[in-house]
């Protein structure tokens, strides 16, 4: 996937992506924009550390041995409202623990076999709304493929609702509503607050959001992936 990223300019501001539409004379979910977008990288803290050395972003949250999960780690850095999340197996799939939950095996197992297809990539791209089993059932009614189905997790901070589907090849789509969450990013990661020490010597690059995604096709494939 390709991504175009808009930048700050001047006194420019960020504009509001919510949109209404009425089905029936009834108000349909709000789709509010991007909410992140996950990579599967082989190291997650370098993809992230890129990222703030050449295109200023931030790292704001982080996944790994220290929050409790052994076999994966994730890095969430931010610049506006552009988040990427860096997600890089620490394990290999023979080396995970025996007592792992099964979807942590699954997960490891699954970045792998991505990894090993695609190299670093995109796997999946996040969308905040403001319903989350609405939206969820209207798209899988429609033919979109179960990844997911919604699931609310919670913390200190509040709760995220969320649900996964897929439409074509191996990218998935990720549901989010986070109306009722106030951390930093979402249930289950910690938040970095460390500065990294260059970010003094380098010049401020300015995001406002990441304006679209294109979903690149393989040759007489791009028919068949609209329909």
């Known amino acids: 996937r390709r991504m175009t990223l808009h930048a ?19 108000a349909s979910p709000k789709y509010k924009g ?24 931030k790292i704001i949250a982080y996944q790994g041995l220290e929050t409790g999960h052994r076999n994966v ?10 988040i990427f999340v860096f997600r ?29 297809k695609h190299g670093d990539a995109v796997k999946d791209v996040a969308f905040e709304v403001d319903d989350v089993r609405n939206v969820y059932k209207t798209a899988t009614d429609r033919g979109a493929i179960r990844v997911q189905d919604p ?51 380098l010049p401020p690059v300015s995001f406002i959001t990441i304006d679209h995604c294109v979903g690149n096709q393989d040759w007489n494939k791009m028919r068949e992936a609209c329909d």
């Open 8 to 26: 700050l300019e001047n006194n420019d501001t960020l504009p509001s992506s919510a949109s209404t539409t009425k089905v029936n004379g009834m």
């Open 151 to 201: 699931l609310t997790e919670k913390d200190e901070f509040g709760e995220v609702t969320t649900a996964t589907i897929k439409t074509f090849g191996d990218t998935t789509h990720t549901l989010v509503d986070k109306s009722g969450y106030r951390g930093v990013f979402m249930p289950g990661y910690r938040p970095v607050n460390n500065i990294d020490s260059i970010e003094k010597f």
């Open 88 to 116: 890089a197996p620490i394990r290999t799939v023979d080396n995970i623990d025996k007592d792992a939950p099964c979807d942590q095996k699954h997960l490891l197992a699954e970045i792998h076999a991505h990894l090993s």
């Open 34 to 57: 991007y909410h992140h977008i996950t990579w599967y990288v082989g190291n997650a803290k370098q993809a992230a550390c890129f990222y703030v050395t050449r295109f200023g972003f």
């Open 73 to 82: 780690s994730a890095y969430v850095v931010s610049n506006g409202n552009a």
